[in-house]
C-alpha cells in the first residue's frame, strides 16, 4: 500500500527491519515512561504479525497484531514516530491492520488504548469497552471494532 509516499508493509521477525522496529517502540513506547523495551520478553513476538509504515526507505510507524483466538485479533505496539504524527500515517497502518485482520478471517480486533490516544481509535470506529485499568502504570481503556 502507497500513501502520500509512505510504504505500509509487513515486517518480518529477526531481520534488521525487525530491529528498527524495536528501536522506534522503545523510543516511543517506552523511553517517555522511563522504561526499556529491551527489559522486556519479547520472545513471543515472533508469532506476532508486524507492519511497518515507511518514508523513503526509513521507518517511521508500526502495529503488532496477536491472535487471541479463531475470531478475535490484537493490535499493540501502535507507535508512529513524533515528527511524522497528525498526517495520517497511525490511521493507514490500522487500515492495513484491519485489511489484513479480515482476509485472514478474524472477527473482531481488540486493543487496549492509552487514555491520551483513546480518541484516536475512537475516530477510527473503535468503541470503548468498560472501565479504565492501569497497563505499565497508565491509565488504558479496553477498545474493540468488529471486522464483519
Ligand atoms: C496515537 C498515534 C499512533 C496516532 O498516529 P498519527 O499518525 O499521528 O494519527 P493520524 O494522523 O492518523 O490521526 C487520525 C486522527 O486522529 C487524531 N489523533 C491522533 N492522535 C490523537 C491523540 N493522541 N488524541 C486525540 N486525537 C488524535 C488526529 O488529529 C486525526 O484527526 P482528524 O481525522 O480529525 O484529522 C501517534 O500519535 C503516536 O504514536 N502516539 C504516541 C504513542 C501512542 O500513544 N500510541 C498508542 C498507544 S495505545
Known amino acids: 500500500?502507497?500513501?502520500?509516499?509512505?510504504?505500509?508493509?509487513e515486517i518480518k521477525h529477526n531481520t534488521e527491519d525487525y530491529n528498527q522496529e524495536l528501536e522506534l517502540?522503545?523510543?516511543?513506547?517506552?523511553?517517555p515512561l522511563g522504561l526499556s523495551l529491551y527489559n522486556e520478553d519479547l520472545n513471543a513476538e515472533k508469532n506476532d504479525f508486524?507492519?511497518?509504515?515507511?518514508?523513503?526507505?526509513?521507518?517511521?510507524g508500526v502495529l503488532i497484531l496477536t491472535k487471541q483466538n479463531?475470531?478475535?485479533?490484537?493490535?499493540?505496539?501502535?507507535?508512529?514516530?513524533?515528527?511524522?504524527?497528525s498526517l495520517k500515517v497511525g490511521t493507514e497502518l490500522i487500515?492495513?491492520?484491519e485489511q489484513y485482520a479480515k482476509n485472514?478471517?478474524?472477527?473482531?480486533?481488540l486493543l487496549h488504548a492509552r487514555k491520551t490516544?483513546?480518541?484516536f481509535y475512537l475516530k477510527l470506529g473503535y468503541e470503548s469497552v468498560?472501565?479504565?485499568?492501569l497497563e505499565i502504570n497508565i491509565p488504558h481503556y479496553r477498545m474493540r471494532k468488529s471486522l464483519v
Open 25 to 31: 517502540r522503545d523510543q516511543v513506547l517506552r523511553t
Open 50 to 60: 508486524h507492519i511497518g509504515a515507511y518514508a523513503n526507505g526509513h521507518l517511521i
Open 70 to 85: 479463531e475470531k478475535e485479533i490484537k493490535m499493540r505496539q501502535v507507535a508512529v514516530s513524533e515528527q511524522w504524527r
Open 1 to 9: 500500500m502507497t500513501t502520500n509516499n509512505v510504504d505500509i508493509r
Open 104 to 109: 485472514e478471517g478474524y472477527e473482531t480486533m
Open 130 to 133: 468498560g472501565e479504565e485499568f
Open 95 to 97: 487500515r492495513y491492520a
Open 117 to 119: 490516544a483513546r480518541d
